[in-house]
């Protein structure tokens, strides 16, 4: 096919993909900022401005997760729309192939993976923690750590003098920042030591630091301390593990945390299929190409372009079904990792390659 109208199949493509795309961006964030403006609409100082700016940090990572679903779409309709104006017809004559016709669409879907994982995650990724920050300002809180309860983060721990109970209301940087601390000591015969109140605690090599902290210590009155040392034997590694999940761990940073996860001893599945379904991203973006193709190639005026469309919306939706359950049982370390990420990629690539092979060679 000459290059001329390969660049004209793969404009088309890429032009249906960027609106389609710009058009979930802006419904996805139209949505969320009405439901943050309901979430703060009790906060005095809270204005429009900063719930929409900490909304539009927020929404690149939502949207990330339905990229395939774009490209499935996006690939369909520009099919269905050379297919309807019989540039489809025009390229049989000539002697062009559907494999001709797909190409450049599968090229433009394997660049497109390829930013969404090496630029547009670490982006959405930063965007996101920046969100929590904004909506910390906000709400005069910060947002809790995935999996804590409505009474906060609880933690237990062991230090030089004995083992402490730390509870925290507020998470950030993945755990190493906690806010709104109270921690119960206790010595080495689990007798009851002190309680320490304190504003916020950063985690450092083998230690707390906690500002602004106020100790109820028994037989004393209460002493305030602008800080207070408190051992632990918790490390960075371990407490990252505890509170961040993959999701908020940007691409490039995914080696390091797992690394840093087995020499501390810790699982490292959950980051390693993060890291996983990354690298197949641009692989399963263009198997929704060959998907869409396997449902899209077939000639508008035979009809039934509705069934055809249907059939492709629900072929993406059975891969993410498949891709969701695959997680469930890496995260559960039921099967390998590499296994789960790439097994619906496998599928659904070597699914959409038959059927386009027999649509178009029998």
């Known amino acids: 096919m000459s290059s001329t109208l390969a660049r004209y199949f793969g404009a088309r493509f890429l032009v249906t993909f960027s609106a389609i795309f710009a058009g979930v961006f802006g419904l996805v964030m139209l949505v969320d900022y009405l439901e943050m403006m309901r979430r703060h609409a009790d906060v005095p100082h809270a204005s429009a401005l900063m719930i929409a700016k900490a909304s539009l940090y927020r929404v690149p990572q939502i949207v990330e997760r339905i990229l395939p679903f774009a490209v499935l779409i996006a690939a369909m309709s520009s099919f269905l729309n050379l297919s309807r104006r019989l540039e489809f017809v025009i390229a049989r004559s000539a002697g062009m192939s559907a494999w001709q016709f797909t190409a450049p669409a599968l090229m433009a879907a394997l660049a497109v993976g390829a930013i969404a994982t090496g630029v547009y995650n670490p982006v959405a990724a930063l965007l996101a923690e920046q969100s929590k920050r904004m909506e910390a300002e906000i709400t005069g809180r910060s947002l809790l750590a995935p999996g804590s309860t409505s009474t906060g ?20 940087e993945q755990g190493l920042l906690l806010g709104m601390v109270t921690i119960f000591a206790f010595d080495q015969s689990n007798r ?25 210590a028994l037989g004393a009155p209460p002493a305030d301390r602008v800080t207070y040392l408190l051992s632990t034997n918790l490390t960075a590694e371990q407490v990252q593990e505890t509170f961040s999940t993959p999701e908020t761990v940007p691409f490039w940073q995914l080696p390091e945390y797992i690394v840093r996860a087995e020499n501390a ?4 599945a959950a980051f390693q299929l993060q890291y996983q379904k990354l690298l197949s991203r641009p692989f399963l973006l263009a198997t929704m190409v060959l998907l869409a193709a396997a449902f899209s190639l077939r000639f508008f005026r035979f009809g039934g372009v509705q069934k055809m469309v249907l059939g492709g919306v629900a072929t993406g939706f059975l891969i993410y079904v498949g891709s969701k359950l695959t997680d469930d ?3 559960a370390e039921l099967i390998n990792p590499i296994i789960a990420a790439w097994m619906p990629t496998a599928v659904g690539g070597l699914g959409g390659f038959l059927a386009l092979l027999y649509l178009e060679d029998g």
């Open 265 to 268: 001893g810790l699982s490292a």
């Open 329 to 331: 049982l890496s995260k």
């Open 192 to 216: 009851f030591v002190e309680r320490i109140e304190a504003k916020a605690a950063r985690h450092e090599t083998g230690q707390w630091r906690l500002e602004h902290a106020r100790v109820f």
């Open 153 to 172: 983060i609880w933690l237990r721990q062991r230090g030089a003098d004995g083992h402490s109970i730390m509870n925290a209301t507020t998470s950030r």
